[in-house]
């Protein structure tokens, strides 16, 4: 299996626009503290690659990876689809910056759906530019992503809602309870598997039982410790409360992260916050010390 890693942020991404913190003028500054928001790409078959959540960087994103390049045709393009694993805007919005295809293949749990399509009413706002064709991210057992080889499965993770789609803000009844899922990625030629879960708000024992099976993991690393958001004025809530186990602390999940067997455990989804972002920072020494790796942007990871 082949993965890119297309972008290693939180919301906002690294410099974040409105943002003089530290890492964000570190980032204006010099090129090598800058990440894209979180996203892999995964190579479904020779040459068909699906995005794994379609970021605001999304263009930018394949326009700096050769192999998402159009072509041989004028509108020929690598770029099979997207598989979403939650509806949060920063993992959404790339959607309508697809607009230009004459469909766009989207892989999503029926939740998500409802809030992309109910709440964010983005099928009918890109109707006149695109289709949004929907498949459902099957939970229950693994099934092949766009005929095979590969096999898909989210993982549900928790009911953290985006912020857009509070109980008040959405009508037409029950969306379900899929709202944040891991997905996981098994290559049927060889067994390999890779899990991708950039949003944990918890560490359910289903999902640890499939990291425990899993050869490569991607995990949320976007705060450093529980008062990081607070700390640095960034919210008035802790990481916990917003929805991100932090990596250090009493309810860190470097030691869970650790543990797990895989040969690559990876953080992905830093916050311009994180003292990571600084490629220079003591963390990365300690984190590389069990075994553990920051995901680096535009990093090719075969396994
Ligand atoms: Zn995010
Ligand atoms: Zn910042």
Request: with cysteine.
């Amino acid at each position: 299996m082949r993965l890119l890693v297309l972008g290693t942020a939180a919301g906002g991404g690294v410099p974040q626009w409105n943002c003089a913190c530290r890492g964000c003028d570190a980032a204006r500054a010099e090129p090598s503290w800058r990440r894209r928001h979180a996203s892999i790409a995964v190579e479904a078959g020779e040459g068909r690659w699906f995005v794994v959540n379609a970021t605001p960087d999304i263009g930018e994103q394949i326009e700096e990876c050769a192999a998402l390049h159009p072509g041989p045709g004028r509108r020929d393009t690598p770029v099979a689809g997207v598989i979403l694993t939650d509806a949060e805007l920063d993992h959404t919005l790339g959607l309508p910056r697809l607009r230009e295809a004459s469909g766009v293949r989207v892989v999503a749990t029926g939740t998500v759906r409802a809030a992309l399509s109910r709440g964010l009413r983005l099928d009918r706002v890109l109707a006149p530019y695109t289709t949004l064709s929907w498949t459902t991210l099957p939970e229950q057992a693994p099934e092949p992503l766009d005929g095979g080889p590969l096999e898909v499965q989210g993982i549900r993770v928790s009911g953290k809602r985006p912020r857009y789609a509070a109980d008040e803000n959405v009508d037409n009844g029950d969306l379900g309870d899929a709202w944040v899922v891991a997905l996981r990625i098994r290559d049927a030629r060889d067994g390999k598997v890779v899990v991708y879960a950039p949003a944990l708000a918890a560490w359910p024992e289903e999902l640890d039982r499939v990291l425990r099976g899993a050869d490569c993991v991607f995990v949320d690393g976007t705060f450093w410790d529980d008062e990081e958001p607070r700390r640095t004025g960034c919210s008035s809530r802790t990481s916990t409360e917003m929805g991100h186990l932090p990596i250090t602390g009493p309810n860190g999940t470097q030691a869970r992260l650790a543990a797990l067997p895989a040969a690559r455990r990876l953080y992905t989804h830093l916050n311009n916050t994180n003292p990571l972002v600084d490629p220079d920072a003591e963390g990365h020494r300690r984190l590389a010390a069990a075994g553990i790796e920051v995901a680096s942007e535009r990093a090719v990871i075969e396994l």
